[in-house]
């Protein structure tokens, strides 16, 4: 039987908790059905021994301390609420711990934003890690050690694990499920709480809202620029005369300052527009595509699923306001 050491505090989000302990113990219950043990003991572990008030009408009791916690398998970071440096500051001695625990043999995992408790412990330098989609830029910023891709949902390296953002990090403990107790009922579980065990991406969730925490105020102007005209025909030299520079220079500076050269910037702008033309508009993708700036269809599909993890098509089909088949019908 495996220990799962679910950390608790107050600054958690209540689904995270309740998501965790219901996935766990329905496993338990379906081996159990089956004929089999069980395979997980969970327990929730806190600062403090004393029931945690959550900022929503929810408490939870916590089962013993981080002190109190010597050995355990797999210990497992909430995604949490709030600003992230105030975060880190109020809980350090609970990274401090984590980074003791994973240096005695457990294995780590992280829900959602709670990446960055990993990331400040240094169990995230040189790996490929994820968190919740906009949180990926301030990340990578913070820990340029880290190779954070923000589309995967699942990371697992050397006994440390990475999710997605919210709700989509309840398949990091099916993929638990999965390793510890195999396909089959990971499967069955996946079935029961009615949870997609797809860990291919969680691009298409994400909406691209630029980096703009650089202080460099003449790539912001060039910024804004791409942002207001990126359906027409944009070139490199146009956007960097913005900034009086060479253009081998202007590249060097916005990849520094975004994490994204100008033309992958462009893209990015160019695809959110597609996005979000597709979800509410009912428009051809040749509309589409002109409206964003494309003149190619293939290139269009291609940029756009490397970028969101689906085609244009599929794209409309999952978020599209209209109800498939209902002639233009809205679904009420």
């Not at 089962?63 to 109190?68: C, K």
């Not at 457990?106 to 906009?134: D, Q, R, Y």
């Not at 490397?306 to 233009?328: A, I, M």
Request: charge should be neutral; glycine fraction near 8%.
């Amino acid at each position: 039987m495996k220990t799962i050491s679910l950390l608790l505090h107050e600054d958690v989000y209540s689904s995270a908790i309740g998501g965790v302990i219901d996935l766990f113990y329905g496993t338990n219950h379906y081996l159990m059905e089956s004929g089999r043990p069980e395979a997980f003991r969970l327990e929730l572990v806190g600062e403090k021994a004393k029931n945690i008030q959550l900022d929503v009408p929810a408490q939870f009791i916590c089962y013993t301390t981080i002190d109190r916690v010597s050995l355990t398998n797999l210990v497992i970071i909430p995604g949490f609420k709030g600003e992230i440096s105030t975060i880190l500051h109020k809980y350090r001695d609970v990274i401090h711990w984590i980074g003791e625990m994973h240096r005695c043999g457990a294995e780590i995992a992280s829900m959602c934003v709670g990446s960055f408790f990993l990331a400040e412990a240094g169990l995230l330098n040189g790996k490929v890690a994820t968190s919740h989609w906009a949180a990926a830029g301030e990340m990578q910023w913070r820990y340029p050690l880290v190779r954070v891709q923000s589309d995967r949902i699942i990371t697992d390296q050397e006994g440390v694990y990475t999710s997605g953002g919210a709700f989509s990090a309840l398949k990091l403990v099916l993929y638990i499920i999965e390793k510890f107790c195999g396909r089959e009922t990971a499967l069955a579980v996946s079935k029961r709480y009615s949870i997609d065990i797809d860990y291919t991406s969680q691009a298409h969730f994400a909406v691209f809202t630029g980096q703009r925490q650089h202080g460099d105020e003449e790539i912001l102007k060039s910024q804004s620029y791409i942002e207001e005209h990126y359906a027409s025909d944009l070139t490199i030299e146009q956007v960097s005369a913005l900034c009086n520079t060479g253009k081998r220079n202007f590249i060097r500076r916005f990849k520094a300052a975004t994490n994204n050269t100008p033309i992958e910037y462009l893209q990015r702008v160019r695809v959110e527009a597609a996005k979000k033309a597709l979800e509410n508009e009912d428009c051809s993708l040749d509309q589409v595509m002109d409206r964003t700036g494309y003149e190619d269809i293939k290139t269009f599909r291609l940029i756009f699923k490397r970028l969101t993890g689906l085609s244009p098509r599929d794209y409309r089909k999952r978020y599209s306001r209209k109800e498939p088949g209902s002639n233009g019908r809205l679904v009420k």
